[in-house]
């Protein structure tokens, strides 16, 4: 199963269609695509409480995240995909990012050694961010603050999909090219986790 989250305020807007156009490229290889839009969940930021690392999972809230994580435990391919807020992700995907912390393991040692229960099973990933500006200097940290999360979970990132230049809502569609290639990696990212 293939997960995708997008993390755009915005419905409709060019992440979503962004989105769309990677679970439709999947989609055409017969993979279940399951696609969550973060603006549709209520969920609270990691308060750092550790509750997790007994509970093995988050327990301090019971909000939009406990309706996310059966999904991602099941998918082994993944979409993330956020416009550039402030040179980085937006608020909702680092929420997210950061309440999967309850995935890891730790030992007790200092410092503490972890491991991750979602790592050695074949997941693979496929980022993107897109941005208004035309520099790419000015994605800031969107990128990494997604790749660096999923490889420290166990994700292999098969692909980082970098969008410059579009603002305006649904902007995206006037641009077949990155359509194209989003779908490209759909399918690329399909066949990777079907090995």
Not at 91 to 97: D, E, G, I, Q, T
Not at 127 to 136: F, T
Not at 140 to 164: C, H, K, Q, W
Request: proline share 5%.
């Amino acid at each position: 199963m293939l997960l995708g989250i997008e993390a755009s305020p915005r419905k409709n807007g060019n992440s979503h269609i962004l989105l769309q156009n990677i679970l439709l490229g999947a989609g055409e290889t017969g993979m279940d695509c399951r696609e969550a839009h973060l603006r549709d969940y209520r969920y609270e930021p990691c308060a750092g409480c550790e509750r997790c690392r007994k509970d093995k999972t988050c327990t301090r809230f019971q909000d939009g995240m406990t309706l996310l994580y059966p999904l991602v435990e099941q998918a082994r391919a993944l979409v993330l995909v956020s416009p550039v807020h402030n040179y980085n992700v937006t608020a909702w995907m680092k929420a997210f990012l950061d309440r999967l912390y309850c995935f890891y393991d730790f030992q007790d040692t200092r410092p503490r050694a972890w491991s991750s229960r979602l790592a050695n099973q074949n997941r693979k990933a496929v980022i993107a961010a897109i941005a208004e500006q035309a520099d790419p200097k000015d994605l800031g940290i969107t990128l990494d603050a997604m790749r660096l999360p999923l490889e420290a979970l166990g994700y292999e990132i098969l692909a980082e999909l970098p969008v410059l230049r579009l603002f305006d809502r649904g902007h995206i569609a006037q641009h077949p090219d990155i359509l194209e290639h989003a779908q490209s990696l759909g399918r690329q990212l399909a066949a990777a986790t079907a090995e």
